[in-house]
C-alpha cells in the first residue's frame, strides 16, 4: 500500500489539506514552473475580475512588480482617480443640462409672482380669520355666564373682551386697592371668565 495516495488521505485521522489543494490547483503561470498556483493575483486593468495562478514564490515576485497604471499617462492616471470619488458614474453640473443624457427639469412656461399673500385655506395663520368663526357661533352656557362675570354683550369681539379683562384686574386687584383683599373673590372669578372665554377661541 503506498502511503501518499489519494485515498490514503482521506482515511488519516489528520488529512493533509495542502495536498487535496496541490491537486485541484492549476498550476502556475510563471514561465517555466510547474509548481501549483494556489494563490491568485489580478491580471491587471481592463482585465477586472480575472486573475492569474501562482505559487508562493513568483506571487511576491509579481506583486512587487505590479502596477496598475502601468502604460497610463499622468493626465489619464489624474482623471481615473477623479471619476473614482464618484464611483466611476456620471455626474452633471448643478443647474445644468448640457449631456442631454439627465431628464429635463426646467419649468416650462413663465415664473409666477409672488402676490405678497401666503395661501391660507384653513385660515390658520390669519389673526382675523381665525377669531371670526368661534365669536360668530352662539355661545353656550358657561361662555354666557364669563361673558356676563366680564359685563360684556354675548356678541362683543376678542378686542373688547381683552380691554375689558384688563380694566376689571386693574380695578380689582389688591395692588390697585392698597392692599385691600377683599376684592380678591370677584378678581379670581373674572380672571377664570377670561381663561374660559379664551380656551373657547373668544379673545
Known sequence: MKLDSKYFDKIRVRPDRQAAEKV????????????PGVHKAPRGRDHEGQYLHFCVDHVRLYNKSYNY?????????????KDSLTGHRPTWTMGSNSSGAMPSTKPSGRPRRWNGKARDSFGLFGEGEAAAPAAARKPRTLETKALETLGVPVNAGGETIRLRYKALVKQYHPDANGGDRGSEDRLREVIQ???LLKQSGFC
Open 193 to 195: 371668565a377670561y381663561k
Open 24 to 35: 485541484r490547483a492549476p498550476v502556475c503561470c510563471w514561465e517555466g514552473c510547474d509548481e
Open 69 to 81: 497604471f502601468s502604460g497610463l499617462g499622468d493626465d489619464d492616471i489624474q482623471k481615473y482617480l
